[in-house]
């Protein structure tokens, strides 16, 4: 077995691009990218529940896609697009999956709601008029405990009515 | 009853103010906290159940580039703070010095300069331990000979915590003497936990300067955790300012004073910079308030199908240190409301507490202290004794329940319930479902071979502690408190005791402003949490922020009003008795068009006032509530079990809550969902288990379950309105009910879908291989 190195650790750089803004930081390669979001870059909507990738709290969209950032290392999205709750509302306003979380009461305390957010919007770029039992579905992965999901099924529902009329 | 439409007071389902910042992810929790120069912490805990420890090397953790400092339970000791205090009058190890005693507790903790350096170090002490035989269940504990956990406290030679009753000893046995029939239930009220999605922790900042302990803090109490950290410091108190930022979810677990926060404090005030402590998810499920864990052997006396006597004997097991955070005269909690909605002349209640080598805590997991075993237990047996009975369920509840015209009612156990309908709750519940033909299909179904099971539980719960003199947490009496200020230009900040975790306080108590003064809720501006800033009160929990602030808002609200018509008058030119008020406008009775609103009001209270008044509109009030609010409702849920894998779904759930007056509809039902999920995630998956030797099974989500969107049952909701007459708005507090009632009400029915085999009972949490167990034994396994 190669010895480990147990000098100081190996610093990389990273270069990732966080909703749409170019970012290059030096990190070191164990930095989870949960923790590069919140404590290197400060973005702090992304929230961390449970480091075994069960709640769903820390989803950011990684190209598109979700990911749960707690198990993701930050050298891994080197290259890539990050997308995070606070890269939702733009110039023209909040988006329809924001609009219709607060309008149908989809969030308490607020903190599995950008992950659930992300997850939603994810499954209506795949599936832009999903039933009841797909939304439950795509949402297994995003624990909530405060609201028993229906607001969060119905905020879904509207918000892909929402974004179809908007395409 | 509601108010018109632009001011939204009660009665409306105003969107939530606070939702503004959560959906852009702008919340401020507390590990969103981050100070210049702030340090962070982690604590090692312990790998066994029970142990002497025997030394702690420290030396190669404190050598590591990076690290601050390495707390010890002795230096912890050289302070006076290795112990601390718990909320039920027994001592809690912060770091442990002597023996641990339970796996997780805390042993040591590393200060660094960055999370990851800290978590670095944790592997670097080295800890001899002398591992001992670990006792998990209380019945055990209590043995004659039982190995002593608590050798740290003088003349502990058991492991007996207390023993507490309630109820009348001699007419319950004059009851059961009398009984044609006795139905009995034992059963384990498993251990499970809040698991808020937020876990615990602070950030804690003292000035090395000033001496000033700036504290942000996971806290539902952060003034009762000022004065306890006071007392437990010795800091003085004005020295304290404990902010409670965003909470992530609480449900009991944000209640007790954990040991990270006094390691991370006593840091801060060591090394004169900010320390910051967040506890991972599995040092949340092993170590902080666990709920639950009650042994109950609960007996029926019946006389024909009359309920006549209940006779209850437990077991509860504490963990290593007897932390429950509960009413400090009431050692079982307010177990004692176990009779629930039924006329139950006699009653006696006997609790036994252990200490056990599992965590300590005792928490009300989305429940008033105890109330949701309580509940639990007297749904389950009224089912039985139904059956045993050959009525209904149903029709049996209803032959037993007290009756509206019986309010207030005593209880054989001494509380004085304020105000119910419990058949028209019932009764509504039933017709959603078609209850009738509920029965007739499960008949059919079970001819064809399918298993179906309709449970019901129509619960009563009590809630809203105080009184003060009866309720107290560590003798603070539980009382609570809002403060108002109406601006000059009529803009309002409303500061609050007691602490949002989610419930939307924000919006609730903005509505009841405008319905008592007329502000629009968007005017009111409620702040809670930061006691440098807020009134005292006592916190968020128990479903007591509606009973208790709720009510203080109403009345400071009305305290200004009633200043408000004199400085109506005084604009008017009318006497004040001659001035009414509505909807934010005082006017001279019977010329309504002679009228000056509210804003104007606040305007002349700083700038035109009558002679001799002072000046300002604004006050506090403290509200101490004259007794408790009892909600209660009927939850019936239908369920289909596979004869094949013990797997079992709810088809229907029907919640018929009533919780007196609501002030924001929409915001209750979302109380009531939440609580129906959790209430569903206990009776089916969630659970805090031990093997032999105190290892803990249920230490992190993949082994600890709770319910996603896709197991969770979609809920048909309803309501009857039953005032409280006791609270100025007639509310009684709702946050809990659901999680309180609801378990049983899916047992019921999983026994239910199997009784007609004879089944009468199965353990909670309902897995499959438990049911799969049950059918076989009854003979129903396919």
Request: net charge negative; aromatic share 6%; hydrophobic share 40%.
């Amino acid at each position: 077995m190669a010895e480990l190195d147990t000098a100081a650790p190996t610093i990389r750089t990273v270069t990732v691009s966080v909703n749409g803004e170019p970012r290059s930081v030096d990190i070191e390669p164990r930095l989870l990218l949960a923790r590069f979001l919140r404590d290197t870059l400060g973005l702090t909507g992304t929230h961390i529940g449970c480091d075994t990738t069960n709640c769903g709290a820390c989803t950011v969209l990684l190209d598109g896609v979700p990911v749960k950032s707690c198990t993701v290392l930050a050298v891994q999205a080197d290259g890539r697009e990050v997308g995070t709750v606070e890269g939702l509302e733009t110039a023209e306003g909040l988006h329809p999956m924001q609009a219709a979380f607060h309008e149908q009461h989809g969030l308490q305390c607020g903190f599995c709601t950008p992950g659930m957010m992300l997850t939603a919007i994810a499954l209506l770029e795949e599936n832009p008029d999903p039933s009841e039992e797909e939304i439950r579905w795509a949402l297994s992965g995003n624990i909530c405990r405060c609201t028993g999901y229906q607001n969060i099924v119905k905020a879904v529902r509207q918000a892909a009515t929402a974004m179809r009329e908007e395409s | 009853m509601a108010t018109e439409h632009a001011i939204r007071g009660i009665g409306h389902s105003v969107e939530r103010k606070e939702d503004a910042r959560f959906i852009r992810g702008k919340g401020t929790y507390v590990d969103d906290v981050s100070l210049p120069g702030m340090l962070h912490m982690e604590l090692l805990r312990a790998p066994f159940a029970h142990a002497r420890i025997r030394s702690i090397d420290t030396s190669a953790a404190a050598a590591l580039p990076g690290v601050v400092a390495v707390v010890t339970g002795e230096l912890m000791a050289e302070h006076g703070l290795a112990w601390m205090p718990t909320l039920s009058g027994d001592t809690q190890a912060v770091l442990a010095t002597d023996k641990v005693r339970f796996q997780g507790q805390e042993v040591a903790a590393v200060v660094a300069e960055d999370l990851y350096t800290a978590g670095d170090a944790l592997e670097l002490i080295e800890v001899d331990y002398e591992a001992l035989p670990a006792i998990v269940d209380p019945r055990q504990a209590l043995e004659e000979g039982a190995s002593v956990i608590r050798d740290d406290k003088e003349g502990q030679d058991s492991n007996h915590i207390y023993h507490w009753e309630s109820g009348d000893a001699d007419a319950t046995e004059r009851a059961f003497a009398e009984a044609d029939k006795v139905v009995t239930l034992d059963t384990h009220y498993p251990r499970c936990h809040p698991a808020p999605l937020e876990c615990c922790g602070c950030v804690a900042d003292v000035n090395p300067a000033t001496g000033k302990a700036t504290i942000y803090m996971t806290s539902q109490a952060p003034h009762a955790h000022r004065t306890l950290f006071a007392m437990v410091a010795g800091l003085p108190e004005h020295q304290i300012r404990i902010i409670s930022p965003d909470i992530g979810g609480g449900f009991g677990n944000k209640v007790p004073i954990y040991p990270g926060y006094v390691v991370a404090i006593a840091a801060s005030l060591l090394l004169g910079k900010p320390v910051k402590w967040m506890e991972d998810r599995t040092g949340n499920l092993i170590s902080t308030g666990f709920a639950r864990d009650y042994h109950m052997h609960g007996e029926l006396a019946l006389k024909g199908d009359r309920m006549t006597g209940l006779r209850v004997k437990m077991h509860s097991d504490n963990g290593a240190f007897f932390a429950d955070a509960q009413p400090s005269k009431c050692k079982a909690g307010l177990f004692h409301i176990v009779t629930g909605s039924y006329d139950i002349p006699a009653a006696h209640v006997v609790t036994d507490g252990a200490y056990t080598n599992k965590a300590p805590g005792g928490v009300a997991y989305r429940c008033s202290f105890r109330v949701t075993e309580a509940s639990y237990l007297i749904e389950r047996l009224v089912q039985s004794a139904a059956y045993e009975a050959g009525v209904d369920p149903a029709e049996f509840r209803l032959r037993n329940f007290i009756k509206p015209e019986q309010f207030p009612y005593t209880s054989a156990t001494g509380f004085v319930y304020d105000s119910g309908d419990y058949e028209a709750a019932m009764r509504l519940a039933l017709d959603k479902l078609g209850y009738d033909d509920l029965r007739r299909e499960q008949a059919r179904a079970r001819e064809e071979g399918r298993l179906i099971g309709i449970g019901v539980a129509s619960f009563t719960e009590v809630v809203g502690a105080g009184k003060g003199t009866e309720y107290d947490i560590a003798g603070l009496r539980m009382f609570d408190s809002a403060e108002l200020r109406v601006h000059p230009t009529g803009k309002a900040v409303l500061k609050l005791g007691v602490k949002s975790q989610g419930q939307g306080h924000e919006t609730t108590f903005a509505q009841i402003v405008a319905e008592e003064l007329g502000l629009p809720p968007e005017d009111v501006e409620v702040q809670e949490g930061d006691t440098d800033n807020t009134p005292y009160g006592l916190g968020t929990y128990a479903s007591r922020s509606t009973p208790t602030a709720g009510a203080a808002t109403a009345v400071i609200s009305r305290k200004l009003r009633d200043k408000g018509r004199e400085i109506a008058a005084h604009k008017l030119e009318a006497a004040p008795d001659d001035i009414d008020f509505n909807a934010g406008r005082f006017f001279v009775k019977g010329s309504p068009e002679r009228a000056v609103t509210i804003q104007d009001v606040a305007l002349a209270a700083y700038t035109d006032l009558p002679e001799g008044m002072e000046a300002g509109l604004e006050g506090v009030h403290y509200y101490d509530p004259p007794n408790m609010t009892f909600p209660f409702g009927t939850y019936a849920v239908v369920v289909e079990v596979d004869r094949g894998t013990g797997q079992w779904k709810p088809l229907r759930v029907v919640a018929v809550d009533d919780c007196g007056v609501r002030i924001n509809p929409m915001i209750v039902e979302g109380q009531i969902m939440g609580g129906l999920t959790e209430g569903y995630g206990i009776a089916a998956m969630e659970l805090i288990t031990f093997d032999e030797e105190g290892n803990c099974i249920g230490s992190n989500f993949m082994d600890y379950l709770l319910p996603t969107a896709w197991e969770t049952p979609t809920f048909e909701i309803d309501q009857t309105v039953t005032p409280s007459p006791h609270h100025p708005l007639g509310a009684k507090g709702v946050g809990e009910s659901a999680t309180v009632g609801s378990p049983a009400a899916f047992v019921n029915a999983v026994v239910d879908a199997l009784a007609h085999a004879g089944v009468r009972n199965i353990e909670m949490p309902l897995t499959s291989d438990r049911v799969w167990q049950a059918l076989s034994e009854a003979g129903l396994a396919e």
